[in-house]
């Protein structure tokens, strides 16, 4: 009976193990590729980005990219520090890089680059991007774009007084499924849609680092800088909820009447306005979610179809 038990226990481990190697190995391996942006084999009149900051994130959403297409390369990279500044060109075939206190400046003023990747920590899109904007560079900017309205008028004088472009790297708006949801949503634009929900839910793992050395007891006194960190990426995240739904419903002015936030979650009711009629929405943000690490789902609870991707 116990070897049964036992061998019983081994097969579930085993299916478990399977199952969780499957799902995330390509994920491992897709992050873990070093991709090249070798200046070979692309077109002539390829658009030539910089990178400001050899960060993770320009890796994987501006480098993976470029290495993809013929029509994209990436001609410089800068870092506030010389070495990583260096390590992240060689390591990804870029030909130029910039370190120290003025990289960015230096990247800026490059004449090899069109168009540059803003992909800083959110507090600091607005100073750069103005900065691109000035050097006549476009720029793809990381979301969210900016801090708050005030930011935004600046931004939009900006784009207009330059006749450059800004594009926010809103990934989530040209996934199939989100793009399925708002045509069907727009279609129904006035026949009773009327109970939106947005949820957007992550697993940090410096989060979870933090909540190990806190039971631990070794963990650092929580300074002022770190708390306006923290405030910065649960806006970075709260965005997707935000702007998939008024994205999504086409709204055209929302009102909180609700808004709770704890330990683990940030969760808010809007009543929306669209165009000619009122929908409720309810927004829900995990922050460290173990069962979840990374997805969001926008859904309608009357609209047969749920649009979810994890
Ligand atoms: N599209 C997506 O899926 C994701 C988007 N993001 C977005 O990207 C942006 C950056 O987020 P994240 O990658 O977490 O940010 P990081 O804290 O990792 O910062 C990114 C880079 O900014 C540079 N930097 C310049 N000044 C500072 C500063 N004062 N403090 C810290 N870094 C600085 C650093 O580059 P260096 O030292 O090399 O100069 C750093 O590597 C955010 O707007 C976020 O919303 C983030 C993750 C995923
Ligand atoms: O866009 C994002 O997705 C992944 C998160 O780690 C990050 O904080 C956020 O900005």
């Known amino acids: 009976m116990r070897f049964y038990f036992f061998v019983s226990c081994l097969g ?41 900051g050899a960060s993770f994130i320009a890796r994987a959403a501006v480098v993976h990219a470029a290495d993809k297409r013929r029509d994209v390369l990436v001609s410089a990279v800068a870092a506030r520090d010389w070495t990583k500044a260096e390590t992240f060109a060689k390591q990804h075939g870029i030909p130029a890089f910039h370190g120290g206190a003025t990289a960015y400046l230096d990247l800026l003023a490059r004449e090899d680059v069109d168009a540059v990747y803003v992909g800083l920590p959110t507090h600091l899109h607005l100073e750069w991007t103005l900065a691109a904007l000035r050097a006549g560079k476009h720029v793809l900017l990381e979301k969210p774009a900016v801090l708050n309205m005030e930011e935004a008028k600046q931004l939009i004088g900006a784009m207009a007084e330059t006749k450059l472009q800004v594009f926010e790297a809103a990934h989530h708006r040209y996934h199939p499924a989100a793009r399925r949801f708002k045509q069907l949503t727009l279609k129904e634009r006035d026949v009773g849609l009327s109970d939106f929900e947005a949820r957007f839910s992550m697993l940090d793992p410096k989060a979870l680092l933090s909540i190990f050395k806190e039971l631990l007891g070794i963990s650092k006194p929580v300074t002022q800088e ?4 923290e405030r910065i990426k649960n806006l970075d995240r709260w965005y997707y909820c935000v702007d998939m739904l008024l ?46 690490p990374f997805s969001w789902s926008i859904a309608e609870h009357g609209l047969a179809d749920k649009v979810r991707h994890a």
């Not at 199952?19 to 009149?45: F, M, N, T």
């Not at 943000?285 to 173990?290: I, K, S």
């Open 247 to 292: 994205w999504s419903t086409g709204a055209i002015d929302a009102e909180v009447i609700f808004a709770k936030e704890d330990r683990f979650s940030i969760s808010a009711t809007l009543k929306l306005q669209r165009s000619a009629s009122t929908a409720t929405a309810t927004l829900y943000m995990a922050r460290d979610n173990l069962w979840e």
């Open 12 to 52: 579930a481990a085993a299916a478990v193990l399977a199952s969780a190697v499957w799902w995330v190995w390509p994920v491992i391996l897709r992050l873990w590729r070093i991709p090249q942006v070798l200046v070979d084999g692309k077109d002539k009149d390829a658009l030539r980005i910089g990178i400001l």
């Open 226 to 229: 770190d708390r306006f960190h």
